[in-house]
Every structure is written in structure tokens, then in C-alpha cells.
């Protein structure tokens, strides 16, 4: 069920064909008609939509249709402003809503894939997102010309309103929306040229800050009896809380627990074990009561006895990787020419191993979703960055058909990637099925979130490099040893055993169309990229960034021990690769030129360029290591050409955040397992970047359009990579254990 | 049994008294703008004023309150966010999925009422709120125009 989900979740199309839908414009542009009735809750209007993108209230209010999930990266503001760009649309009238999942089945797909991952929000949906908001500009100028009774090709429009050339009448959209909502369809329609973009290319304002900034914004955590009975049509007279509590240990279950203990302290309901949603037996027991903090607290007093499990460790772990980093046995992902004869005639061999440790997503608002039961029919409140996967998983867990199951969906409080996985959707619908009748609000402590999590997985990377007597690099080997994400969560993607995800950001162009996002944009002569598959029994997940993070530490920290070992500058030695990608060298360079790189300044600086998500993106970081080998880092200018830039303060608020998750993850970021128990279960042991630590960043925002590139992501990549190298300007010393934590930068 | 003065009004709540204040604002009250982040007071999204300094509200047992106390959350910081902080704040944009934005807001706003023109090194020590979507180099000019605008 959420396996396609999940799939296209992260833009890691590998092997379904599962690139979306190809629902032509008829279909995503079909008037309301009975479609209409079932968005009543969401529009406060009769009048119906003018098409499944667009609602107009006889006051100018645009309402546009959002279906991927908004949790912080912008995506909903972004989407709007697609919307309203190609609908003329007055921007200040905009206001969005998120049509169900439920609703998005009723209506054949419509709004096509809910799943936001993979910075696919806006580059996978801009086509027919604009096509769409086209569509409805085309019926709203064609309702102002038929009751002017002149053709529509005289009529333009702008700002919500519809003017005659010739006569110089003007109406609103507003006035006219009732009468275009009757219209057919156009049958083909043009967008924009770039050129004609005004909302588009804005630095617009998101639309979803007020509430924020006075505590109004209800998230899933803070779902209570009022917000339920908005959306459902059940008449529950109270809401319940739980905790949970699943086996510490990976893969134990519960043997017993003593109910008695707690069911006659304040507040308790009700004491449960639950099914383990993706395993065999009940792996979680969970205490109901009137408010959560006393559930919590019951559950804690609560004696459980947890049985088998495995014996997990991420020391002993070490030894299969550095397996995987020689072993003979590994699936290729690009390569090229004759690495053999680079190596045999080289001047000069550089090697190096560097690690990358498992890493929690750590969204600040913990797992949650509030569930009703009633018997017939079960809803959901809930933050998803996938709710189609949510809605399969509420019709799986309480066994209704899924006509008969909703999402309503809240803004995250953070998702990273977590928040696509519907374990916790699945508890809380079983929980509710404890309580017919009354909605129950499941929310995870941050232990429980910080111990079952969907690891960003462990891997090694080994690099070996030849060089020539001139100081060229002439074959390079990048070995990468650990765990597949698809193997564990979607193993039918992989395509013959082969995770091509895992080569992310190294992957050959011109191979697969459905990877040319995640391609390397360097030219090597000599080289091999390969994965030996080393899975551990640690469940993986898709982490902001995913697999590009450790592979740009891998390949842009060796291009940069290998441009010191040639004795040549690390600018150069790369830009000397990047020949046949002029997009890559320009932010390379855009990064290094605004930094002030190569001037005799007293500062240590370090670069990195990646592609990943279909952009290009590079960092030129500036650190000062004291003599106690205490770090400092200054200053990073990022540079990023995602092809055409929807919004460009909102790019540079991602790019700015992108360092602070990246940077959490080298300076802090690390998950252990001892017999089988995460030992890092809060932010005392899991720590994340403060404000004393936060560079100073400049972001270069410079599209080159033709193109489509993600956003919240790829900056991630370039992080860690760029800080690393600049430590080693500053000190001469290399870092290749992460996290960096208490290491001494003078003394590694 | 504990009372609380709470954004200008008295609250009466049953609850025990190891009871942290968070829980109670956020399930008794009925205010939900300060979150549940840690637990721990590590994080500081429950950050919220007792007598005007910020506190951590998540370790914060209600029995310590004397009842004399102003408590004040996010939703009393001000009206119709006109404080300079919530000013600042949406002037710069700050807030990505803002699940953190009410404690940062409340500590920032906490610490401008005891150093109202801080330092970088102030900022650094006093301001220790975790934002995994990454607010920080915002925030840290926010705090700056709050300044400007108070």
C-alpha cells in the first residue's frame, strides 16, 4: 500500500515506472459538478470551483488547492504563487487549503501525488499545477466575454480582473466566478513563457506565518475536541491522549505488563499492547487517558516485560563496513575507462575512509496523529508528508474500505522525511479502535521519537585516487559500504539487487531519465563508483537530503585531499573536472569568488559542489580553529541554481536552514546502538545546532532556467563537505570520523 | 489544587503538583502556543514568562507556583502581535514550520526585558533554543530589528 507512496515519496523512481500519473489536462482540469459538493467543507461558498485547482468567492477570494504537505520548506506559498501567477490572480486575495486525500480518491486522482519528499513539491507538480490555474484563467475570461458578448480572444485579464480592449469594461473574478464554474474545460491550454512571470520569481511573503507568531497555528500536537468536530460529522463529546511505549530493544515484543499497576491512577482509560504494524507481534504498550500528561506519567509507572530482540551494535557493526569497503563483491553505479592501468602508472596514490554514523530526523514536534473510530467509518487528524500513504495505512489498521477512511491534514511541526512513514498513523487508529466513538490523541515522547525513528543509515566511504607526475588525477575508486534504504522500506525498487539510490549525486547521465536529478556532473576518465550492501537490522529512512549528504562528504572531501596531495589549488582541481557542466563551475564559482577565496586574507576556507534534486548547489565555508582545537564557523556563502527560483527569500530561508541540519549532523549528529538500544533518546545526548554556532551565511540565488530543480534539499549536501575541508585549511588536519563532536581539530 | 494567574487571568486547575506548568497550560488552560519539544529543557520550544523572564515550562512543577505569579504565554505576549519581537519576526519571515517559533519568540521577547540591547555574545549565551528547520541566522537579525523596533 505505501510502498508507490513512499516511492515517489522521495523522487526515487527506480524500477515501478511509478513517475506519476499521466492524467492529461482534461482530467485535472474537469469542472466541479459533484466534485464540487464534496470540497463544501473545505470552501466556506456554494459557488462551485472553477476547476480542482481553483475556488473563487463572489468576493475576489482565490482559494488555491495545495495537495503536497506543508512543513516548513515553503512549498505551500511556492505552489500558490504557480497558481496565481498563471491565473492573473490579485496575489493579496490568495488563500490556500488542502483538499483531503479521501477527497483526492473520490475525485480520480485529481490533485495526483500528495507525497512531499524529495524536493519534489514544486518541481513535480509545476506542469500541471500551472496548466491548471491556465485552465481556470481561460474560463473566467471566457464567462466575462460571453456576458459581454464579445469574443474572449478581445478580453484580457490581470490582478482578478477581466478587461475588454475595445470597450474598456472591466469584472471581477469574483463576479464571474459562479458563471465560469459552469463552463467546460478548455481543451489544450498555454503557460506562460518565464518572460511573463510576475508572482512567480517573487520574493513573496509565505502565507502561513501569522499564526505562528502568536500561537494560533494548530499542529497535530495540539489537536483537540474543537478541531475534530470542524471536520467530522461524528459527535464525540471529548478527546483522550496516549502515550506509547515501544520495545526499546529492535525486535523484541512484549511478554507481559502489569495493567493493574496504573488503571487506577488519575485520568487512565485504558492500558493497551499494540501490533507491531510492520512486524510480527505487539512490540508497543500505550496508556489512554483523559489528558496525555497523565497517560505519560501512568506509562511510566507502568511495569512491561519486553522479550527477544537483537543484539545490535554499531561498534561491532564497523567491522562489516570495513568489510564492504574491500570486498570483491559490489554492485557498480557508474564508472568508466581504465582504472586498473590509472592506478598501476600513477605518480602518486591518496586514500582515505570516511564514516557517516545512523542520524535521527528529530522533527520538533514528535510523532503524532489524533484518530476517531466509530464502527463504519475511521479519520484521521494528522501531519503527513504523504497523505494518500496515510489514508491506505487508516483503511489497513482499522480494516474499512478506504471510501470509507479520511486524512485531514496539519501543517508539520518539521517532517525531513520522517513524517512520510505511517507507523504512527497505524497506532493511533488502533488506539482509537479502543474507543469507538471518541477521537484519541496519540503523541510520541521525544525518547520514543529519538529511538524509532527511520535512520538516516550508516555507511563508509573509501576513495582511492591516482595521480600523475603533473599532479592530474587520473583514476578514482569510491567504494561505499552500508546500508540500502530500498533493500529495508522498498525492496521491489531495487533492479537486480541494486539500490541506485544509494549513488545519489554519482549517478551516469543519459542512463535513466528517471535519475538524471541525482546524476555526478564531474568528468572522470578513470573511475568506478560501487556499493557493497551492508544491511543492519536498524530500519533506514529517507533523511533530508538522503543518501547525496554522505556521498558529498565521500567525494568532495577527497577531491580536495587529492587537489593538496597535487599540490594544486582545490578551485582549480575541481573546476579542471567540471568541464562539461557549466552550471556546476558557475556556483562553484559564484561561492568561491563572493567568499574571497584565494586571497591572502588569514582565513581557512573550504569548498564543495554537488547536484542532487535536480539542482546545483556549492558552499565556500570559512572556519577558525583555536590553538585548543575548538571550532569556529564564520562564514559560508552557498550558491544554488535550481533552474527557474519560484521564490527567491524563501530558496534562501532553505539554504540557511540547510546548513543548520547539515551542520548539526557533522558537529553533533549520531545514533548508537548497545544490545540493540538506541542510547541517544533526547537532545542532552542528540544535540542540535544553537544560534552561538550558527555562521553568518550568504546565499547566491542564480537561476539559469530551462529547468526545474529542487530546493530543500541539495544544500544539505554541501554542508558538511565545505566546513571539513576548511577545517583542514586551518589546521592541516583531517576529519573523517562524524560526528565531530569532543574530537580536538588539532589533535584527530 | 493550584492557582495561576495566566495572561492576565486567574485559572484554578485540579491537577497534581509535580505536574509540569507546560502540561497544565497546554491541557488544563487550554493554551496550546507553548509546545512539547524535550521534556527536558533542552530545547526551549515551551518557553514561556514567569514575571517576565523566560522559562522553561516542560520542567517547571506547577506546586512551585505561589498563585502571585504573571504567567504569560505566547498568546498574552501582546495584541494582535504587535509586540517588536512578533513584529520582527514577520517582517523577516522567519518562522518555516514554526513548530519551535512561540519559545523562540517568548525567549527572545524574555531576554529583551532584562538586556534590551544585547550583545552577539548576550545572544549567544541567552538564546539556546533548538530550530531543526534551521531559523538561526534569521532569527539572530530578528532579534536585532526587535531591538530597532522597541
Known amino acids: ?748 | 489544587m493550584a492557582t495561576l494567574k495566566i495572561n492576565g487571568e486567574k485559572k484554578t486547575v485540579d491537577v497534581a503538583d509535580d505536574t509540569p506548568l507546560l502540561w497544565v497550560i497546554r491541557e488544563q488552560v487550554g493554551l496550546t502556543g507553548a509546545k512539547y519539544g524535550c521534556g527536558i529543557a533542552q530545547c526551549g520550544t515551551c518557553t514561556i514568562h514567569i514575571d517576565g523572564s523566560p522559562v522553561r515550562s516542560c520542567v517547571y512543577p506547577v506546586g512551585a507556583l505561589s498563585g502571585e505569579e504573571e504567567i504569560t504565554t505566547i498568546e498574552g505576549l501582546s495584541e494582535n502581535a504587535s509586540h517588536p519581537v512578533q513584529e520582527a519576526w514577520a517582517e523577516l519571515d522567519i518562522p518555516q514550520c514554526g513548530y519551535c517559533q512561540p519559545g523562540m519568540i517568548m525567549a527572545v521577547a524574555g531576554m529583551l526585558n532584562d538586556n534590551p540591547n544585547p550583545t552577539d555574545e548576550d545572544i549567544d549565551a541567552e538564546i539556546t533554543n533548538i530550530c531543526r528547520c534551521g531559523t538561526l541566522a534569521r532569527v539572530r537579525k530578528g532579534i536585532k530589528l526587535a531591538v530597532d523596533k522597541s
Not at chain 1, 361 to 370: D, F, I, K, S
Not at chain 1, 549 to 567: K, P, T, V
Not at chain 1, 673 to 702: C, H, K, L, Y
Request: charged fraction near 20%; charge should be negative.
Open chain 1, 1 to 748: 500500500m505505501a510502498d508507490t507512496g513512499m516511492l515517489s515519496r522521495r523522487g526515487f523512481i527506480v524500477g515501478t515506472g511509478a513517475t506519476g500519473l499521466t492524467i492529461g489536462i482534461l482530467a485535472s482540469c474537469a469542472p466541479g459538478g459533484s466534485g464540487a459538493d464534496q470540497d463544501a467543507t473545505a470552501d466556506p461558498s456554494s459557488i462551485d470551483e472553477i476547476n480542482a485547482w481553483v475556488h473563487i468567492d463572489t468576493d475576489d477570494t482565490v482559494t488555491v488547492r495545495i495537495a503536497r504537505s506543508e512543513m516548513g520548506q515553503g512549498t505551500l506559498t511556492g505552489l500558490a504563487q504557480l497558481v496565481a501567477d498563471e491565473l492573473d490572480a490579485d496575489w493579496d486575495k490568495v488563500t490556500t487549503v488542502y483538499p483531503t486525500p479521501g477527497e483526492n480518491l473520490a475525485r480520480e486522482r485529481v490533485w495526483r501525488s500528495y507525497s512531499t519528499g524529495g524536493s519534489q513539491g514544486i518541481r513535480g507538480s509545476q506542469d500541471y499545477v500551472r496548466e491548471g490555474a491556465a485552465a481556470a484563467k481561460a474560463m473566467l475570461i471566457e464567462a466575462a466575454a460571453s456576458a459581454w458578448e464579445v469574443p474572449a480572444s478581445e478580453c484580457s485579464s490581470e490582478n482578478s480582473i477581466v478587461t475588454h480592449g475595445q470597450s474598456g469594461r472591466t469584472t471581477t473574478y469574483g463576479a464571474v466566478a459562479e458563471a465560469a464554474s459552469q463552463l467546460a474545460p478548455p481543451l489544450e491550454v498555454t503557460v506562460k513563457d518565464p518572460s511573463e512571470w510576475k508572482i512567480i520569481g517573487a520574493a513573496k511573503k509565505r502565507l502561513d506565518t501569522a499564526d505562528k507568531l502568536i500561537g494560533k497555528q494548530v499542529y497535530g500536537a495540539d489537536i483537540g475536541l474543537e478541531d475534530v468536530l470542524k471536520d467530522t460529522d461524528a459527535t464525540p463529546d471529548k478527546l483522550l491522549s496516549a502515550s506509547i511505549r515501544q520495545s526499546p530493544k529492535i525486535g523484541a515484543t512484549v511478554a507481559s505488563f502489569d495493567a493493574a499497576a496504573v488503571e487506577g491512577m488519575p485520568g487512565v482509560q485504558k492500558v493497551v499492547a499494540l501490533n507491531n504494524p510492520f512486524g510480527e507481534g505487539q512490540n508497543a504498550v500505550a496508556v489512554i487517558a483523559d489528558t496525555w500528561w497523565q497517560a505519560n506519567t501512568a506509562l511510566d509507572a507502568l511495569p512491561i516485560v519486553w522479550e527477544g530482540g537483537v543484539d545490535f551494535s554499531t561498534e561491532a557493526f564497523e567491522a562489516e563496513l570495513d568489510d564492504g569497503l574491500t570486498s570483491d563483491d559490489a554492485f557498480v553505479g557508474n564508472g568508466g575507462g581504465d582504472l586498473a592501468g590509472a592506478f598501476a602508472n600513477a605518480a602518486q596514490i591518496v586514500e582515505a575512509t570516511y564514516n557517516m554514523p545512523f542520524q535521527n530526523h528529530a522533527c520538533m514536534e514528535p510523532m503524532n496523529t489524533t484518530a476517531l473510530f466509530t464502527g463504519d467509518r475511521c479519520e484521521i487528524w494528522c501531519p503527513t508528508q504523504n497523505g494518500e500513504a496515510a489514508l491506505a495505512a487508516v483503511s489497513e489498521a482499522s480494516g474499512l474500505p478506504i471510501e470509507d477512511c479520511e486524512v485531514y491534514k496539519i501543517h508539520l511541526g518539521g517532517g525531513f522525511g520522517r513524517r512520510g512513514a505511517p507507523d504512527y498513523v497505524q497506532q493511533a487508529v488502533m488506539l482509537a479502535m479502543e474507543m469507538p466513538g471518541t477521537p484519541v490523541k496519540l503523541l510520541w515522547t521525544r525518547e520514543e521519537d529519538m529511538k524509532h525513528g527511520f535512520f538516516h543509515p550508516t555507511t563508509k566511504g573509501r576513495v582511492r585516487g591516482a595521480l600523475d607526475a603533473d599532479g592530474n588525477m587520473t583514476g578514482m575508486h569510491l567504494r561505499i559500504s552500508g546500508q540500502s534504504i530500498l533493500a529495508a522500506l522498498i525492496p521491489q525498487a531495487l533492479q537486480d539487487g541494486v539500490d541506485y539510490a544509494t549513488f545519489q549525486g554519482l549517478l551516469p547521465s543519459g542512463v535513466d531519465e528517471r535519475l538524471e536529478d541525482q546524476t555526478l556532473k564531474y568528468s572522470f576518465d578513470n573511475f568506478l563508483v560501487d556499493h557493497a550492501m551492508r544491511n543492519p537490522p536498524v530500519r533506514p529512512g529517507f533523511w533530508r537530503g538522503v543518501n547525496l549528504n554522505q556521498n558529498a562528504i565521500y567525494l568532495e572531501c577527497f577531491m580536495d585531499e587529492m587537489a593538496h596531495a597535487a599540490g594544486r589549488d582545490p578551485l582549480e582541481f575541481r573546476l579542471a573536472h567540471l568541464q562539461d557542466s557549466p552550471q556546476a563551475a558557475a556556483v562553484l564559482e559564484a561561492a568561491a569568488d563572493r567568499s574571497g577565496w584565494g586571497q591572502d586574507d588569514g582565513k581557512h576556507r573550504g569548498l564543495c559542489v554537488m547536484y542532487g534534486f535536480g539542482a546545483y548547489v556549492a558552499a565556500c565555508a570559512e572556519v577558525t580553529v583555536d590553538d585548543d582545537g575548538a571550532l569556529s564557523i564564520d562564514r559560508i556563502v552557498a550558491a544554488t541554481d535550481p533552474g527557474h527560483a519560484v521564490n527567491p527569500q524563501q530558496i534562501e530561508a532553505q539554504v540557511e536552514g540547510s546548513f543548520v541540519y547539515g551542520l548539526s549532523a557533522m558537529l553533533y549528529g549520531e545514533i548508537t546502538f548497545v544490545d540493540g538500544v538506541a542510547q541517544e533518546q533526547n537532545f542532552d545526548t542528540f544535540d542540535s545546532m544553537r544560534i552561538a554556532a550558527m555562521p553568518e551565511v550568504e546565499t547566491i540565488i542564480m537561476p539559469s532556467g530551462g529547468f526545474w530543480g529542487g530546493v530543500g534539499e541539495p544544500t544539505i549536501a554541501v554542508a558538511a563537505p565545505s566546513v571539513l575541508n576548511a577545517i583542514y585549511a586551518a589546521t592541516g588536519k583531517r576529519v573523517r570520523q562524524l560526528p565531530i563532536k569532543d574530537q580536538n581539530l588539532r589533535d584527530v
